[in-house]
């Protein structure tokens, strides 16, 4: 049976996590939207936190074992200060973080220490496609095995820092299945677009478009091997640090509308007491509480390899997002008038928050 107590370990990382977001993290979360840029001290010092590190063993670089559990509870922390700043440090997680849950040995000595062992860089990956039937299972951009080769065509959108990135992980269809392959930067016939995304949230985090024509990478970078590798472990992964961060957004919302409302008067009382508002906020803690559980519950099945975990991990994931949703847009509504003006940090909540339904891909640690 699994435990809803941390260890000692565990909490002093979502501690460490936690003041990081509230002191760091949200007070430079507007200005880095209006801007478009999270300042990079910042970024370097939310990596130098340890999270990736302490999922990472000493043989690779880093000083831990890897938990879902663990990866959980730190990225809701760290969401719940700003989800384009969380986003942004654990972005070279996309690149590690498969590597090391289905990677051969020889790309996890390669590659690995490169990421664990030096300054924050931006290592990504490739997954999210621009149409509207997106599904992870079944992409368009393809995969062909050429002479020890593998030919990689198609285009993928919302790639973070891939105008910089040392190197990425594309994931592509071969054969039905989809699977990663690295791909080194500067490869021939890869290409990302001069213009980042224009979204309606997460702007401080730069995402590009990326276009892939006959891009040619030796069958070594094929993620696993000759022999591929369990993709819907790579998806689990995604998909619970998507919905630890949903919950994340979803409790900073709450917790501004709440304490917003008990401060603010209408007809000499505290809105607050207003039924209407009261039940709204017990409303959103029931949800948050509910998807929060379930996020918990998948990350364990993970970590102890039961047969239903894949299926608890989307579970929690829709019904994050979905959660996410309701709850920052209720968080606006507390607040009235106040919480469409960007005074308050509601909206972007909001903005954010409806940025999940797409977010798979985006956060794995």
């Known amino acids: 049976m699994y435990s809803f107590e941390p260890s000692e370990e565990q909490q002093m990382l979502v501690d460490a996590v936690g003041k990081y977001a509230i002191n760091d993290l949200r007070p430079a ?33 880093g000083f831990g074992e890897r938990s879902a559990v663990t990866c959980a509870l730190a990225v809701e922390e760290m969401a719940f200060g700003d989800l384009a700043g969380a986003l942004a440090v654990m972005t070279p997680s996309l690149f ?15 590659y690995l220490p490169r990421v664990i062992e030096g300054d924050w860089a931006p290592y990504t990956a490739a997954l999210i496609e621009y149409r509207f039937d997106f599904d992870p299972n079944a992409l368009k951009t393809t995969a062909k095995a050429s002479a020890g080769d593998y030919i990689l065509d198609g285009e ?7 105008k910089d990135a040392e190197a990425m992980i594309v994931y592509a269809d071969l054969d039905g299945i989809t699977q990663g392959f690295i ?34 990478v030796p069958a070594s970078n094929r993620l696993g091997g000759a022999s591929g590798h369990n993709f ?15 919950v994340g957004v979803a409790k900073a919302s709450f917790e501004y509308a709440k304490n917003y409302a008990k401060e603010r008067e209408a007809f000499g009382v505290k809105i607050a007491q207003k039924q209407a508002i009261a039940f ?10 509910a998807m929060r559980l379930l996020t918990w519950e998948a990350a364990w099945k993970l970590d102890n ?7 608890e991990a989307y579970l929690a994931f829709t019904g994050a997002a979905d959660m996410a949703m309701m709850v920052t847009d209720r968080g606006v509504q507390i607040l009235g008038g106040h919480g469409y003006i960007r005074e308050h940090p509601v909206e972007l909540f909001m903005r954010n928050g409806r940025g999940f339904a797409m977010l798979v891909g985006l956060a794995i640690v």
């Open 156 to 162: 993928k959108a919302f790639v973070p820092f891939a």
């Open 183 to 216: 791909v080194p930067k500067n490869s021939a016939g890869l290409t990302i677009s001069n213009e980042r995304e224009n979204l309606m949230g997460l702007n401080a985090l730069p995402m590009y478009r990326v276009k892939l024509d006959t891009v040619k």
């Open 305 to 311: 390899q039961k047969d239903d975990a894949a299926t």
């Open 280 to 289: 709204m906020l017990a409303e959103m803690a029931t949800e948050i509480e």
């Open 96 to 110: 590690a973080t498969p590597i090391l849950l289905t990677g051969s040995e020889e790309q996890k000595q390669e």
């Open 232 to 246: 819907e472990l790579v998806l689990a992964s995604m998909r619970i640090a998507s919905a630890s961060a949903a």
């Open 29 to 61: 979360a507007h200005e880095a939207e209006e801007s478009r840029e999270f300042p990079r001290k910042l970024v370097s010092k939310g990596w130098e936190l340890g999270l990736l590190q302490a999922s990472t063993p000493e043989a690779y670089g």
